[in-house]
Structure formats: structure tokens, C-alpha cells
């Protein structure tokens, strides 16, 4: 696995963990995840910037994107205890695909 892919994964990982913190900070009344959020984000940024250095921005940003939706919609649903309907986890699974079917394309 190349660097880049590895920057991406990490980029896909604090852009995770900054939603969530978004979560956790029960609108910035609580210090700590508030200031975490910009921590994660500014992380975020920065990887899938180096990411973009090899992989390209079509494939980059669909994997970042429909991964990190999936990823936030299962922390939804298992740790925030957030519904999950057939349409929720349908969708989801049109995510994937989505993102399998771009990457098959390049």
C-alpha cells in the first residue's frame, strides 16, 4: 500500500473522529471536543492534501467522502443508539457502491 493511500485512510480516520467530537461537544459546551474538532479537522485536511499528491482528486474525495459517511452513520447508529431503518442501511450500501463503482473507473 502506497503512502498515499495510507495519508488517505488516516485523513478518512480524523475526519471521523472530528464529527464525532462535533457530537460529543453538545454544541460547543464542552471544551474538550470543541477544541478537538479543529485538532481532527486541521489532521483531516492536511493527509488528504498529501493523499492528492498520487491519487487522484475524483477517487481521493469519493473514498473520503463515502467512507467517512458510512463510518459516522455506524457510530450513529451503534454508539449515539440513532435509528436504523432499512432505508438508513439501504442507503448506506448505495454509499459503498457508489464508491466501488468510481474506483473501478479510473
Same mark, same amino acid.
Given at each position: 500500500m502506497s503512502s498515499s493511500w495510507i495519508y488517505l485512510i488516516a485523513a478518512i480516520l480524523f475526519e471521523v473522529s472530528g464529527t464525532t467530537c462535533m457530537k460529543l461537544s453538545?454544541?460547543?459546551? *464542552?471544551?474538550?471536543?470543541?477544541?478537538?474538532?479543529?485538532?481532527f479537522y486541521g489532521l483531516c485536511f492536511c493527509c488528504l492534501t498529501l493523499a492528492l499528491k498520487r491519487i487522484e482528486v475524483s477517487v481521493a474525495y469519493s473514498v473520503w467522502a463515502g467512507l467517512g459517511t458510512v463510518l459516522i452513520a455506524m457510530i450513529g447508529i451503534i454508539w449515539f443508539r440513532e435509528s436504523a431503518t432499512l432505508i *438508513?442501511?439501504?442507503?448506506?450500501?448505495?454509499?459503498?457502491?457508489?464508491v466501488i463503482g468510481i474506483n473501478a473507473s479510473k
Open positions: 453538545e454544541g460547543f459546551t *464542552k471544551i474538550v471536543p470543541s477544541v478537538l474538532i479543529f485538532i *438508513k442501511l439501504l442507503s448506506i450500501a448505495l454509499i459503498v457502491v457508489g
